[in-house]
């Protein structure tokens, strides 16, 4: 019977070879159940008519029945078409077309009656449906389709193949119609009871079909249910089984580093939140359990200080640690601090990145193995054949998002035994989207930034006052303030995007010329050491200005920077513009974040500015993201190790149902860790289908 679903669309009556293509490559439907599952996006409602008298342009598709009264043709040139006069006791509409003008003349005669369906618009005055769908009403009245009718979506080519949306529809019930069986059952028995769901191929038949609303929302709610289901029971089978088979360290003691650190070095009081998070962090690394835990913060709420916190955990209990981070200005930083912090202490600490010395690899490659080198910080050097640690205890990964997650399983792999893993992010996600795209980790939160940070002033400006926006950043400088200015790097234009920069360092070096302004630059295309060089101009506070692509987007902390321009605002995306902001503010100073924007914007980009503007909320900004670039697109999916598209759920919006499911799914695998009993085949078998393809992520997520 499976192989029904599994039948080429090319075998469906009124598909063939060559449609058979197109709707392949169009829409990426292969197979009867790619058919079936391509859902209607909305249903119109096909037992409504209105009287032309009601009609107005700012209603959408109607549906009206009435007589063609005459033909007449209006206008000349392209301008050209073909009128026709519709009439119901009520008043008369015009119907245009601008093409097919003698087919329509021949098929439609005046004085049958048509129904007529189209969006009305206006013209002179006149109210008019341009290029209505008509069909006589004999017709429609044997035609066998439910009053809700399905609106699939479909392309411009499909359409010029007379593949539109009523085309699917009709594929669609010679599809079903060909369903004299049943199709096997995807859920159990048992779930469709306990949960009351409607069964398969009802909720198949009515999703398509559907006689009342009512049918609709449950077939909906069914295959909503079953696709997150099967996602949770994925990533909760994966999560035991990793726990199952790897033991962790244990950390059972806090020891002599961390002491001497806590009450000798911290320079600070930590947050609640910090405390809070340590605390999870301390239970996990003394449990026994391999720790796999996802820090999020936003930016500036502290988190390197608990990873550093954490490392010297595993160094009391004598393992090494290293902390792997997405940029070498990154990496170098985390050097700095870090060596910063520990000053005084017994400790070995190196940095490792693409540009270090082969003298001093292999000082590290050495001291890694004899145990010497305690905490070894870097990039995705760290990830390379030739550096092996003798005993990795805890591995940190910072900005997580940065890294795709075959980087982050190797990193897992540095040892016998997997090290616990603490990764880090700033771009912080709704609670339910992160149970799925992290639903492999546990989930810390700092929600607290640390005392005395004045929230950033965030201002729009467009082009035309460029000068004020030059006037207020000399008054800041000569406050002895320091200055980003961010220009775009987007890969597909990276041409463009260096002349930007370029054509910016042009004209801000003439509007602040030294000797009186020092200005530093820096690019991806700069060798590490000109970058480094140009960074610590600025880092030291010798440089006012430091000009950037987004190289400097993660992490960077000089808390003298105190405003940061980024430039065609526009061209950023909402969790880059917050990151950015982020880089300021984390001093005693007010600091600024100025958005640039040349242009007309779109209606999305006008967003991402008001709401930049609006709030420095982390997370108002992520949902806010969410809503903008809706469910297929957010950042990570690809990495979520869900290997399907979704096809009825958005792991944004469907929150609740995402924790109903996982509960279910916690609980199924409770009673039957393997799925080996007899009721849960179905669930074992489904599994399987859905995702014995693609499995090699599941190590870490
Ligand atoms: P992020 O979470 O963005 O990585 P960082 O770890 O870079 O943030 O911390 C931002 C700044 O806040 C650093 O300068 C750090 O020293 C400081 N900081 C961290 N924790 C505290 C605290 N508890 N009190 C005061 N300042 C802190
Ligand atoms: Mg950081």
């Known amino acids: 019977m499976h192989d029904f679903l599994e039948t080429s669309i090319t075998y469906l009556p009124g598909v063939g070879p060559k449609r058979a293509e197109l709707i392949n490559s169009e829409l990426g439907i292969y197979t009867y159940r790619d058919l079936l599952w391509h859902f209607p996006y909305k249903y119109i409602d096909r037992t409504k008519f209105y009287r032309i008298s009601e009609l107005d342009p700012d209603l959408p598709n109607v549906q009206i029945k009435g007589k063609i009264a005459g033909y007449s043709t209006e206008g000349r040139g392209t301008g050209k078409r073909l009128v026709a006069d519709f009439r119901d006791e009520?008043?008369?509409?015009?119907?245009?077309?601008?093409?097919?003008?003698?087919?329509?003349?021949?098929?439609?005669?005046?004085?049958?009656?048509?129904?007529?369906?189209?969006?009305?618009?206006?013209?002179?005055?006149?109210?008019?449906?341009?290029?209505?769908?008509?069909?006589?009403?004999?017709?429609?009245?044997?035609?066998?389709?439910?009053?809700?009718?399905?609106?699939?979506?479909?392309?411009?080519?499909?359409?010029?193949?007379?593949?539109?949306s009523k085309a699917i529809g009709r594929l669609m019930g010679t599809l079903i119609k060909q369903m004299t069986f049943r199709i096997p059952e995807s859920l159990p028995p048992w779930m469709l009871a306990k949960y009351k769901l409607t069964d398969l191929n009802e909720a198949l038949r009515n999703i398509h079909f559907p006689s009342?609303?009512?049918?609709?929302?449950?077939?909906?709610?069914?295959?909503?249910?079953?696709?997150?289901?099967?996602?949770?029971?994925?990533?909760?089978?994966?999560?035991?089984?990793?726990?199952?088979?790897?033991?962790?360290?244990?950390?059972?003691?806090?020891?002599?580093?961390?002491?001497?650190?806590?009450?000798?070095?911290?320079?600070?009081?930590?947050?609640?939140?910090?405390?809070?998070?340590?605390?999870?962090?301390?239970?996990?690394?003394?449990?026994?359990?391999?720790?796999?835990?996802?820090?999020?913060?936003?930016?500036?709420?502290?988190?390197?200080?608990?990873a550093l916190m954490s490392m010297l955990i595993a160094i009391d209990n004598g393992y090494q640690?290293?902390?792997?981070?997405?940029?070498?200005?990154?990496?170098?930083?985390?050097?700095?601090?870090i060596t910063k912090m520990l000053k005084g202490m017994d400790m070995k600490v190196h940095l490792l990145t693409g540009s270090s010395r082969k003298s001093l690899r292999?000082?590290?490659?050495?001291?890694?193995?004899?145990?010497?080198?305690?905490?070894?910080?870097?990039?995705?050097?760290?990830?390379?054949?030739?550096?092996?640690?003798?005993?990795?205890?805890?591995?940190?990964?910072d900005e997580q998002h940065r890294f795709?997650?075959?980087?982050?399983?190797?990193?897992?792999?540095?040892?016998?035994?997997?090290?616990?893993?603490?990764?880090?992010?700033?771009?912080?996600?709704?609670?339910?989207?992160?149970?799925?795209?992290?639903?492999?980790?546990?989930?810390?939160?700092?929600?607290e930034l640390p005392p005395g940070r004045i929230p950033v002033r965030t201002m729009h400006y467009p082009e035309s006052q460029r000068n004020k926006v030059f006037g207020f950043l000399r008054s800041q400088i000569a406050g002895g303030r320091q200055v980003y200015i961010v220009y775009p790097l987007i890969k597909e234009s990276e041409k463009m995007d260096y002349k930007d920069l370029e054509d910016g360092w042009d004209t801000i070096s003439r509007v602040f010329p030294p000797p009186e302004y020092c200005i530093s630059v820096v690019h991806g295309r700069m060798t590490p050491a000109v970058k480094e060089a140009s960074m610590n101009l600025f880092r030291e506070g010798k440089a006012h200005i430091l000009i950037a692509t987004t190289v400097i987007e993660v992490g960077v902390d000089i808390p003298n920077a105190s405003v940061m321009v980024i430039e065609s605002a526009e061209r950023f995306g909402l969790s880059q513009l917050h990151q950015l902001r982020g880089r300021v503010g984390r001093g005693a100073e007010q600091s600024y974040c100025i958005l640039m924007t040349s242009g007309k914007l779109s209606k999305?980009?006008?967003?991402?500015?008001?709401?930049?503007?609006?709030?420095?909320?982390?997370?108002?900004?992520?949902?806010?993201?969410?809503?903008?670039?809706?469910?297929?697109?957010?950042?990570?999916?690809?990495?979520?190790?869900?290997?399907?598209?979704?096809?009825?759920?958005?792991?944004?919006?469907?929150?609740?149902?995402?924790?109903?499911?996982?509960?279910?799914?916690?609980?199924?695998?409770?009673?039957?860790?393997?799925?080996?009993?007899?009721?849960?085949?179905?669930?074992?078998?489904?599994?399987?289908?859905?995702?014995?393809?693609?499995?090699?992520?599941?190590?870490?997520?």
């Not at 290293?322 to 700095?336: R, V, Y």
């Not at 792991?651 to 007899?678: C, F, W």
């Open 90 to 164: 009520s008043g008369s509409v015009k119907l245009v077309w601008f093409r097919g003008v003698r087919w329509i003349t021949q098929t439609y005669t005046p004085g049958t009656e048509y129904i007529v369906f189209g969006k009305p618009g206006i013209f002179n005055g006149m109210i008019n449906i341009i290029h209505p769908e008509i069909e006589s009403a004999g017709k429609a009245a044997e035609r066998l389709v439910s009053a809700l009718q399905a609106q699939y979506s479909t392309t411009e080519k499909l359409k010029d193949h007379f593949l539109g």
């Open 212 to 306: 009342v609303p009512e049918e609709i929302e449950k077939a909906r709610y069914r295959l909503k249910f079953e696709e997150l289901f099967y996602i949770q029971l994925n990533l909760l089978r994966f999560r035991n089984n990793r726990i199952r088979k790897y033991k962790g360290f244990v950390f059972s003691t806090v020891g002599e580093k961390f002491n001497t650190f806590y009450f000798n070095n911290l320079p600070f009081e930590l947050t609640t939140a910090q405390k809070k998070v340590m605390k999870e962090i301390r239970k996990d690394l003394g449990s026994g359990r391999q720790m796999n835990r996802l820090l999020q913060g936003d930016v500036g709420s502290g988190k390197t200080l608990v």
């Open 321 to 337: 640690a290293c902390i792997m981070a997405p940029t070498e200005i990154l990496a170098a930083q985390h050097f700095e601090t």
């Open 362 to 397: 292999k000082e590290i490659e050495e001291s890694l193995l004899d145990r010497s080198l305690n905490i070894l910080i870097g990039t995705h050097a760290l990830i390379e054949e030739n550096v092996r640690f003798d005993n990795l205890g805890l591995v940190v990964i």
């Open 404 to 447: 795709g997650v075959e980087q982050r399983a190797k990193l897992w792999q540095k040892s016998l035994n997997p090290p616990h893993v603490l990764v880090m992010t700033a771009t912080p996600i709704p609670r339910t989207l992160a149970m799925t795209l992290y639903g492999d980790l546990d989930v810390s939160v700092i929600d």
């Open 604 to 701: 999305e980009a006008a967003a991402r500015i008001e709401v930049m503007v609006k709030t420095n909320d982390g997370f108002e900004i992520a949902e806010t993201d969410l809503q903008l670039r809706g469910p297929g697109d957010i950042e990570g999916t690809q990495q979520s190790g869900i290997p399907f598209d979704l096809k009825i759920s958005s792991l944004s919006r469907d929150g609740q149902v995402i924790e109903y499911v996982r509960n279910i799914a916690g609980e199924i695998l409770e009673n039957d860790p393997l799925l080996e009993k007899n009721e849960n085949s179905i669930l074992a078998a489904e599994m399987k289908r859905l995702f014995s393809k693609k499995q090699s992520w599941s190590n870490i997520s």
